[in-house]
């Protein structure tokens, strides 16, 4: 028989509603569907980095540095390439009478922007503000009560409202702010007082090509010439790197979503296919006593399962990029993503392929088994079920094929490796309990009750579904788990213990003679108020390591990704004691009014990842001055706290000399609104005061919106996870029709086939849930720990009561499915045997 004449016998027997492969079609269409969406939808948001990465980053290279400008070296360096724009960012305070508010200062000069126009309320589009001006976001106008023509202060100096801020072209690429921006001229800063020595400002420059130019080598050449003055260098492919890390974790999460959705899928598709040859066993033997040969019958059956895999693989990428412009949208202010319709053909093949990969391999089994089976054992399969022997080339043609479409992708081949070996270990873990508990319950004592003897009698019975069930039910339930254990933590890392400990304002920019008038002032305002201050600085890790073989930052050729610290400029202080919050963990800290060998103390997480050990020697970058400090401690760092904490602490006589400024928190008695914004702003007006509460509520807000989306993804696998469990029932259900006909016939009763059917369900579910607790736990343990860096803090009780939720919906499904069975008249039964 050639493939056209197999064509034509599976086409008339093949329904047009694929009666009997809905549940192949329903796994692929969910599992590819979500692939594609998710391929598409990391292709648009990348096209869209790459698109408006200029825009982004405001022009082609981008220099920032701390606490100083920019030298005239380092202008004369990037002015060679094409136009430059200066600019300043620091914190400020804003006032309209009574009113104040914390702002993001953005000072800008006439060239600004180089890349794009910044686009008001009104419909204007304008560059750099005029003299005492300030367009500002409309954030800011709200929480100061102003409009266009009125005027405010900050640092004391009037500034008119030119207009709202509609569209900021830099905005993505500016990096988290305490407040909404205000855009000032350039000098505004530098005229107020708010850029004296000490003061937390960041100078910034950026260069447009004058034609076409090569961002990164322009950008490796600034580091090799200036490699020690704390560069922070971007480039236009990188113009946003925090949200490219958060886009490529994201990425990776979703893709192991889908790949996951379509694996646990792929069981429901082995349990769909074996249902539907089992009901085609007539058929099968009719076709091989008229002469079919076992290869006639593959090629039937092979282009049946070929044609539900393809209508389900291509609907689900119709579904796929359908929904993309729905999510595009939702997401085209939070996000770059690209506008309209995004076709990313990798992807959809990719998850095509993947789609027709599942099902090759689980619906491998029951084709291959139904193609080697003689007629006559077909004929009597009824009473004596029999196993051929199966060729597994195919299979193993359709894991590599899924591994290596794995390894193809952009997202983390560690990530992939650990999800494909955590997946095949599931897999044969449930298939060697499947196994173990058929012979457990073969050598088990046979209880008196008939219902339970037959219920154990189905478990390791010749023919039984003991191990397709226990996958099915394992895989399944796991899901359910997974979602339980991510989202409570999730949830648990959101309302954590941050807004319990953290202070209620924090100000920064305080001069080093102000703190006794800043307590007096605070204590007036807000009596009965803790304040806590510390001298900050700005620097930059330079070398570190043994003294006299230090390792120098600048000739390191890769940062590790975890040494965020050795990267530019980070917050320095020095102290007398240990920092509240902060515990000793080797050496010992230096005595009061220390004046030795200069000493530092150090995070033990940077000393972990560097391999810095006590005696070992630090040197820092202040202002272009180097200064290097003997370790004298490690110490473990309460990030929770929310307050000051610094990875490294210098002893005082260490950073003597050096400009400083004084930062703040404040921890009121009473929560009550006490004027304390006012009165600290008249009084310090070049400091900058933020409250505390708003950010939180942002950041509870923005965690909550992540958490959500994730879920969502998630919820995708939990779908397939539901679709297995309404397969293996099915399966099972078709090979219990006789069971139950014939006890039928001997005077077997519905409740008595009910209890019999809840028995061993029962049994098998409560089994696995100890088996599905576990997977599920680990499994929710790397998404939340190792992919998302987040608390391990699962509500043990939601997660018992979902994994009881999904027992309770096994049962349900069980029950439903064999009501048919048991309204069936015995006699209509048998003559359908």
Excluded at 389 to 418: C, E, H, M, N, P
Excluded at 442 to 460: G, Y
Excluded at 490 to 497: E, G, Q
Aim: charged share 15%; hydrophobic share 50%.
């Amino acid at each position: 028989m050639n493939w056209a004449t197999a064509w034509r016998i599976a086409r008339r027997e093949l329904s047009a509603r694929f009666r009997g492969l809905r549940l192949l079609l329903a796994c692929l269409f969910l599992g590819v569907g979500a692939l594609a969406a998710i391929g598409s939808l990391t292709r648009a948001i990348n096209d869209g980095l790459a698109a408006k990465g200029r825009q982004i980053l405001g022009g082609d290279v981008q220099i920032t540095v701390w606490q100083r400008s920019i030298s005239a070296d380092e202008r004369a360096a990037l002015a060679r390439y094409g136009r430059l724009s200066d600019g300043q960012r620091l914190q400020a305070m804003a006032s309209n009478g009574d009113t104040t508010a914390p702002v993001q200062l953005k000072a800008v000069d006439a060239l600004w922007p180089l890349v794009g126009r910044l686009e008001l309320a009104d419909g204007r589009h304008v560059g750099a503000p005029a003299p005492n001006t300030a367009w500002i976001a409309r954030g800011a106008a709200e929480r100061l009560g102003i409009k266009p023509g009125d005027t405010f202060t900050i640092a004391g100096k009037p500034l008119r409202v030119g207009g709202i801020i509609a569209v900021e072209p830099d905005g993505l690429g500016e990096g988290f702010a305490l407040g909404p921006t205000v855009i000032v001229p350039l000098g505004f800063p530098d005229g107020a007082g708010l850029t004296g020595p000490g003061a937390m400002y960041r100078s910034r420059l950026r260069m447009d090509c004058a034609g076409a130019c090569d961002a990164a080598a322009i950008a490796d050449g600034l580091t090799k010439r200036f490699p020690e003055n704390g560069l922070d260098v971007r480039t236009r492919d990188k113009a946003s790197p925090g949200t490219e890390t958060f886009i490529a974790r994201m990425g990776d999460f979703l893709v192991l979503v889908g790949l996951a959705a379509l694996l646990i899928a792929g069981i429901g598709i082995g349990g769909g296919t074996a249902s539907y040859l089992e009901a085609r066993r007539g058929v099968i033997a009719t076709l091989k006593v008229m002469g079919a040969t076992s290869g006639d019958i593959a090629r039937i059956y092979v282009l049946q399962i070929a044609a539900a895999a393809g209508v389900g693989a291509f609907a689900g990428l119709i579904a796929g990029v359908a929904v993309l412009p729905l999510v595009v949208k939702a997401l085209a202010g939070v996000l770059p993503v690209v506008d309209g319709f995004v076709l990313a053909p990798w992807a959809l093949a990719r998850a095509a392929l993947w789609g027709l990969l599942v099902a090759l391999v689980f619906a491998a089994g029951p084709l291959l088994a139904a193609r080697t089976y003689p007629a006559m054992a077909l004929l009597r399969a009824r009473v004596a079920p029999v196993s051929g022997r199966q060729s597994w080339r195919w299979v193993g043609a359709g894991l590599a094929g899924i591994i290596a479409l794995a390894f193809l992708g952009d997202g983390s081949a560690k990530t992939t490796a650990i999800f494909l070996g955590g997946a095949a270990g599931a897999f044969v873990l449930l298939s060697a309990l499947g196994w173990g508990l058929a012979r457990m319950a073969a050598h088990l004592p046979r209880p008196r009750s008939p219902i339970l003897r037959l219920a154990l009698s189905n478990i390791h019975r010749p023919g039984n579904q003991t191990a397709r069930l226990v996958t099915a039910l394992g895989f399944g339930l796991t899901a359910f788990v997974v979602l339980a254990v991510v989202q409570t933590s999730l949830d648990a890392n959101i309302a954590a213990r941050v807004p319990q400990k953290a202070p209620d304002y924090f100000a920064i920019d305080l001069q080093p003679g102000d703190e006794a008038g800043f307590r007096a002032t605070v204590a007036g305002a807000a009596p009965g108020a803790k304040v806590r201050t510390v001298p900050t600085l700005r620097g930059a890790i330079l070398a570190y390591g043994p003294a006299g073989a230090q390792t120098r930052v600048a000739d390191m050729k890769d940062i590790p990704e975890d040494a965020w610290q050795l990267k530019g400029e980070r917050g320095l202080t020095f102290a007398q004691d240990v920092p509240e919050g902060n515990v000793i963990t080797d050496g010992a800290w230096w005595p009061h009014d220390y004046q030795g060998e200069p000493l530092v103390s150090v995070d033990e997480k940077l000393a972990k990842v560097t391999g810095l050990k006590v005696g070992d020697s630090v040197t820092v970058g202040l202002l272009g001055v180097e200064r290097t400090a003997k370790v004298a401690s490690l110490r473990r760092i309460d990030w929770d706290s929310f307050g000051f904490n610094y990875v490294l602490v210098f002893s005082p006589n260490a950073l003597a000399g050096a400009p400083f400024k004084l930062a703040a928190t404040i921890n009121l008695a009473d929560k009550r609104e006490h004027g304390l914004l006012r009165a600290v702003t008249r009084a310090y007006p070049t400091a900058s005061v933020v409250e505390v509460g708003p950010l939180l509520r942002d950041a509870r807000g923005l965690l909550g919106q992540m958490s959500a989306a994730i879920l969502s993804a998630a919820g995708v696998a939990v779908l397939a996870g539901v679709a297995v469990l309404l397969g293996a029932i099915a399966a099972a259900r078709a090979s219990r029709a006789y069971d139950n006909t014939i006890l039928r016939v001997l005077g077997a009763g519905q409740r008595q086939l009910l209890g019999l059917l809840l028995a061993e369900y029962g049994v098998l579910a409560g089994l696995l849930a100890l088996v599905a607790l576990a997977l599920g736990t680990a499994l929710g343990w790397l998404v939340v720990v190792q992919l998302f860096s987040f608390d391990f803090l699962p509500s043990w009780t939601y997660v018992l009561g979902v994994l009881g939720g999904g027992l309770a919906l096994v049962l349900v499904f069980a029950l439903g499915g064999s009501l048919p069975l048991l309204r069936t008249r015995p006699a209509e039964a048998l003559r359908e045997l």
